[in-house]
């Protein structure tokens, strides 16, 4: 079998050790085999580099060609070759990536080093065969860039230069992931570490499942008018003292991401202007818990969300400067929010990026802001197996999960003492 092919295979195996881990140790054994592994896992690319390198010489010599106009010589020489009958050179190399990459997942049958003079010989045959074929290709060119760019490239020079550009990102980043992917499979390694150390697990289900029954629950999964998407979703367990008594805290864990669609004016290169469709991406980060204490209320930092019930204000200027309070009850609203709450709440702004405190009717609290909730990263890799397994080892703290724990904690026991003295 292709070498290519076993690495594949192998590094898939080590993936599929890493999603089925449930325990630090798991992980640590699949930091052990990667140390101790006896078949290949380092890919062997020198012609799709080759390729790569290729693209990129004809990117940089278009683009001087097509956009800065070079008027030497030697120039219409080589663009005619490079323009002109990249409607031979070109198909060859892009269907070449293309069937490498089935050819190592196993869909087709040809390596890449008798891919080549294949597709250049059928080329061949194409071009003596069908004289058309350089008009098709040129028109499906012009089509390619005009459909993209929603009819802003309408030259089909330009069109190529679009898909030349795009050929050659996509060669780089996918050949990058392939060297890299110790890096892209540390972080992962790292990441689930992290949440075993803190009593936190992924929620193995459908995304769009979980993040339909939250949109049900909370406003704040409802921001924005375009995609959105859970990204994360965790649940933990939280262990707190509360006057000498162990307390423990359910609660999970989101990354949130939605899209803003939105429409401004630009120019249109002829002295007038045209509307241009934007779509801006944000990122909330929170957790979510039991709050039997409050019901409706909701404490408005990012200012982007549809919260029900009447405005309310506290005595503070600079806590209703910050935040936005809507409550079905401003009574409710008023004993919630007392002196050490507000500055707790103001506390903890001082500490994220424009914080959200929403209380369903349902007696569930979602904390959310837009600041990372874990930004720790690994300091060793798979490069080096020996240290990267005692940093596995190690505990890892998420600072910032602890942070939010401890605001939501402050808040149940103030509520908690004064439900307990109001009964």
Same mark, same amino acid.
């Given at each position: 079998?292709?070498?290519?092919?076993?690495?594949?295979?192998?590094?898939?195996? %080590?993936?599929?050790?890493?999603?089925?881990?449930?325990?630090?140790?798991?992980?640590?054994?699949?930091?052990?085999?990667?140390?101790?592994?006896?078949?290949?896992?380092?890919?062997?690319?020198?012609?799709?580099?080759?390729?790569?390198?290729?693209?990129?010489?004809?990117?940089?010599?278009?683009?001087? !060609?097509?956009?800065?106009?070079?008027?030497?010589?030697?120039?219409? !020489?080589?663009?005619?070759?490079?323009?002109?009958?990249?409607?031979?050179?070109?198909?060859?190399? @892009?269907?070449?990536?293309?069937?490498?990459?089935?050819?190592?997942?196993?869909?087709?049958?040809?390596?890449?080093?008798?891919?080549?003079?294949?597709?250049?010989?059928?080329? #061949?045959?194409? &071009?003596?065969?069908?004289?058309?074929?350089?008009?098709?290709?040129?028109?499906?060119?012009?089509?390619?860039?005009?459909?993209?760019?929603?009819?802003?490239?309408?030259?089909?020079?330009? @069109?190529?230069? =679009?898909?030349?550009?795009?050929?050659?990102?996509?060669?780089?980043?996918?050949?990058?992931?392939?060297?890299?992917?110790?890096?892209? %499979?540390?972080?992962?390694?790292?990441?689930?570490?992290?949440?075993?150390? +803190?009593?936190?697990?992924?929620?193995?289900?459908?995304?769009? &499942?979980?993040?339909?029954?939250?949109?049900?629950?909370?406003?704040?999964? +409802?921001?924005?008018?375009?995609?959105?998407?859970?990204?994360?979703?965790?649940?933990?367990?939280?262990?707190?003292?509360?006057?000498?008594?162990?307390?423990?805290?359910?609660?999970? =864990?989101? +990354?949130?991401?939605?899209?803003?669609?939105?429409?401004?004016?630009?120019?249109?290169?002829?002295?007038?202007?045209?509307?241009?469709?934007?779509?801006?991406?944000?990122?909330?980060?929170?957790?979510? %818990?039991?709050?039997?204490?409050? @019901?409706?209320? @909701?404490?408005?930092?990012?200012?982007?969300?549809?919260?029900?019930?009447?405005?309310?204000?506290?005595?503070?200027?600079?806590?209703?400067?910050?935040?936005?309070?809507?409550?079905?009850?401003?009574?409710?609203?008023?004993?919630?929010?007392?002196?050490?709450?507000?500055?707790?709440?103001?506390?903890?702004?001082?500490?994220?990026?424009?914080?959200?405190?929403?209380?369903?009717?349902?007696?569930?609290?979602?904390?959310?802001?837009?600041?990372? %909730?874990?930004?720790?990263?690994?300091?060793?890799?798979?490069?080096?197996?020996?240290?990267?397994?005692?940093?596995? #080892?190690?505990?890892?703290?998420?600072?910032?999960?602890?942070?939010?724990?401890?605001? #939501?904690?402050?808040?149940?026991?103030?509520?908690?003492?004064?439900?307990?003295?109001?009964?």
């Amino acid at each position: 079998m292709h070498q290519n092919r076993l690495v594949t295979e192998n590094i898939a195996k %080590l993936r599929q050790d890493v999603k089925a881990a449930t325990t630090q140790d798991h992980l640590l054994a699949v930091i052990k085999d990667v140390e101790q592994h006896v078949g290949p896992l380092d890919y062997k690319d020198p012609i799709m580099h080759g390729l790569k390198w290729f693209l990129i010489a004809a990117n940089v010599l278009g683009f001087l !060609f097509i956009f800065l106009r070079v008027g030497y010589e030697w120039a219409d !020489f080589v663009a005619i070759y490079l323009i002109d009958w990249s409607s031979v050179w070109l198909p060859i190399v @892009s269907l070449a990536l293309l069937f490498n990459y089935g050819y190592e997942k196993g869909w087709y049958p040809i390596a890449l080093k008798f891919n080549l003079p294949l597709l250049a010989g059928v080329m #061949a045959s194409v &071009v003596f065969f069908f004289p058309v074929w350089n008009e098709g290709y040129w028109a499906f060119m012009y089509g390619f860039g005009y459909v993209l760019s929603m009819g802003d490239i309408d030259e089909r020079q330009f @069109s190529f230069m =679009l898909w030349l550009t795009i050929t050659s990102c996509a060669v780089w980043f996918w050949l990058d992931s392939r060297a890299n992917w110790r890096k892209h %499979l540390s972080e992962r390694i790292f990441y689930l570490d992290a949440l075993f150390d +803190n009593q936190l697990k992924e929620i193995d289900e459908d995304p769009a &499942v979980s993040l339909a029954y939250l949109q049900d629950q909370f406003k704040e999964f +409802n921001l924005g008018n375009g995609a959105r998407d859970l990204l994360s979703f965790c649940e933990g367990e939280h262990q707190w003292q509360d006057q000498g008594k162990e307390q423990n805290l359910h609660y999970y =864990l989101f +990354n949130f991401e939605f899209t803003e669609k939105k429409t401004k004016m630009v120019s249109d290169g002829k002295g007038g202007y045209k509307s241009k469709n934007e779509d801006v991406i944000h990122n909330r980060y929170g957790i979510i %818990l039991d709050f039997p204490y409050q @019901s409706e209320l @909701s404490i408005d930092g990012y200012k982007k969300g549809k919260y029900e019930g009447e405005e309310y204000e506290t005595e503070s200027n600079a806590f209703n400067k910050l935040f936005d309070t809507k409550s079905i009850d401003p009574i409710s609203a008023a004993l919630f929010l007392k002196p050490a709450v507000i500055a707790s709440i103001m506390q903890f702004e001082k500490k994220c990026i424009s914080p959200t405190i929403e209380v369903n009717c349902h007696g569930r609290i979602c904390i959310s802001s837009s600041s990372k %909730l874990i930004v720790e990263k690994p300091k060793q890799s798979l490069l080096n197996p020996a240290t990267f397994y005692k940093e596995i #080892a190690k505990n890892t703290e998420l600072v910032r999960v602890k942070r939010i724990l401890g605001f #939501a904690t402050d808040l149940v026991r103030y509520n908690d003492n004064n439900f307990k003295s109001d009964s």
